[in-house]
């Protein structure tokens, strides 16, 4: 509420009244880690959610940066893209499957092979959408606050504080949040698997004069 968390509330409210939307609802979350993430199918039907780390660690003006990105993918309605995108990946990998068991006999190893590899491209796919719809939110974040300045020294604190301080958060949540909190995990092949941009790139597209597009 306004009381909790007056200066949270304060720069949702004027940033919403910027963006012409309404405020979502607030939440906290008492993860040390700074972070945040939003959700919801649209506008009318949306929260967001701040850690406590993030409002230990960044300045009002970062964390306005970080609010405005938030919204943009409120704005954006990138949760329900991002949902439609997994149940295309899971159509998808079931699909394939069907086909596998199902199929001709003749071609058992191009059903093998359809098994495979289509779940592999699915995911591919979905993992291209978050990275796209990051690089959007930054856009629509800069637009709103009239520079990317604040939001890209965000990112770079969030970044940091991901690779040494731990969250207890589920990895299939981790495409929510504005940085991934398993940042400081290593992966095989990390850049095609990856839910978010490298935060260089994006911090790269805030500071130019260009807008942050695709």
């Known amino acids: 509420t306004r009381e909790q968390a007056p200066e949270l509330y304060a720069i949702v409210a004027d940033l919403t009244r910027r963006a012409g939307m309404p405020i979502p609802k607030l939440y906290m979350s008492p993860e040390q880690q700074p972070n945040a993430f939003a959700t919801g199918r649209s506008p009318n039907h949306a929260a967001v959610c701040v850690t406590a780390g993030i ?3 960044l300045t009002e003006d970062e964390l306005r940066g970080v609010l405005a990105h938030e919204l943009s993918h409120v704005r954006h309605r990138d949760i329900l893209i991002g949902s439609v995108a997994a149940a295309v990946a899971m159509a ?3 699909a394939a499957r069907m086909a596998f068991w199902f199929g001709d006999d003749d071609n058992f190893i191009a059903g093998l092979l359809m098994m495979i590899l289509a779940p592999i491209a699915a995911v591919l796919i979905k993992m291209a959408i978050s990275r796209s719809c990051e690089f959007n939110a930054d856009a629509g974040g800069k637009e709103l606050v009239g520079t990317g300045e604040p939001l890209a020294r965000a990112l ?3 970044d940091a504080y991901a690779r040494r301080v731990p969250m207890d958060v589920n990895p299939a949540e981790a495409s929510n949040f504005i940085i991934n909190p398993f940042t400081g995990r290593r992966v095989a092949f990390t850049s095609l698997f990856s839910t978010h ?3 260089e790139e994006r ?5 130019s004069d260009a807008p942050a597009t695709r």
Do not use: S
Not at 203 to 207: G, K, M
């Open 156 to 158: 770079h604190k969030i």
């Open 203 to 207: 911090i790269r597209r805030l500071l």
């Open 197 to 199: 941009p490298p935060t």
């Open 55 to 57: 409002l230990k660690v």
């Open 92 to 94: 998808i990998t079931f």
